[in-house]
C-alpha cells in the first residue's frame, strides 16, 4: 500500500458526460502529479500540483482540468468524455525535493461508453 | 531536453536466470535516475534510485541497478529472477538543474516475462 488513495476505482459513463476524479496523497506529500495510462500511449503525464499550486503541466486536454484543495487532496476532472478518454488514471504524491521518488496510487479505470 | 529509452518492449527469461531490462537516458547534467514496477491493475511501485554516489543501487525485493554514466545507462538487474517478477517496468529520469516545469520523465516500459 503506497498511502496514496484513488475514488473510484472503476467509472463507466457516456460520452459526452463529465466525470471527477479524487485522489488523496501520502501523509506530508505536497506534490501531486495526475498520468494517464492507455494502451496505446503508454503512461502520459497530465499535471501536476504543489501545495495547492499548479507546477507543471503535460500533455491534457483543454476539456481535463485539476486542482489541488487546501488539505491537499487532488480532483481531476474530466469533461466532454469521448470513447478515447477510456483509460486508467493514477494519481502519485511525493515530498518536496527532487531526489524523491513518486508514490502511485490504484488508479482509476474510465470506460466511456 | 532530457529523455529516456527502454529499447526493449518485452524481455523473456527462465526462472532462475539473470534479469536485465536496459533503460539508456539523456540529460545533460547528472540525472537522477529511477526504476518502477507496476503489476497488472495495479498503480507503479518504486524500486529503487540513484542519486549520487555509488554506481551500484540495490532496491526492493533483489533487484539492483548500475548507473553508467558514459554509456549513458542504467539498466535493472536481478541475479536470479522469479515468476512473480512478470510485470512492467519503467525507467524514469530527472534533470535536477531544470527549474522549471515537470521535471521526470518516464520511459515506455518493458514487459518481462518469467518462465516457470
Known amino acids: 500500500d503506497s498511502g496514496v488513495t484513488q475514488t473510484p476505482k472503476h467509472l463507466i459513463t457516456a460520452t459526452g458526460q463529465r466525470v471527477t476524479l479524487r485522489c488523496s496523497p501520502r501523509s506530508g506529500d505536497l506534490s501531486v502529479y495526475w498520468y494517464q495510462q492507455s494502451l496505446d500511449q503508454g503512461l502520459q503525464f497530465l499535471i501536476q500540483y504543489y501545495n495547492g499550486e499548479e507546477r507543471a503541466k503535460g500533455n491534457i486536454l483543454e476539456r481535463f482540468s485539476a486542482q489541488q484543495f487546501p488539505d491537499l487532496h487532488s480532483e481531476l476532472n474530466l469533461s466532454s468524455l469521448e470513447l478515447g478518454d477510456s483509460a486508467l488514471y493514477f494519481c502519485?504524491?511525493?515530498?518536496?525535493?527532487?531526489?524523491?521518488?513518486?508514490?502511485f496510487g490504484p488508479g482509476t479505470r474510465l470506460t466511456v461508453t | 531536453a532530457q529523455s529516456v529509452a527502454q529499447p526493449e518492449d518485452q524481455v523473456n527469461v527462465a526462472e532462475g536466470n539473470p534479469l536485465t531490462v536496459k533503460c539508456t537516458y539523456s540529460?545533460?547534467?547528472?540525472?537522477?535516475l529511477f526504476w518502477y514496477v507496476q503489476y497488472p491493475n495495479r498503480g507503479l511501485q518504486f524500486l529503487l534510485k540513484?542519486?549520487?554516489?555509488?554506481?551500484l543501487v540495490k532496491g526492493s525485493y533483489g533487484f539492483e541497478a548500475e548507473f553508467n554514466k558514459s554509456q549513458t545507462s542504467f539498466h535493472l538487474k536481478k541475479p536470479s529472477a522469479l515468476v512473480s517478477d512478470s510485470a512492467l517496468y519503467f525507467c524514469a529520469v530527472r534533470d535536477p538543474r531544470n527549474t522549471g516545469g515537470f521535471k521526470t520523465i518516464f520511459g515506455a516500459g518493458t514487459r518481462l516475462f518469467v518462465k516457470a
Open positions: 502519485a504524491s511525493s515530498p518536496a525535493g527532487d531526489s524523491y521518488e513518486q508514490y
Open positions: 540529460v545533460s547534467g547528472n540525472p537522477y
Open positions: 540513484y542519486i549520487t554516489g555509488d554506481n
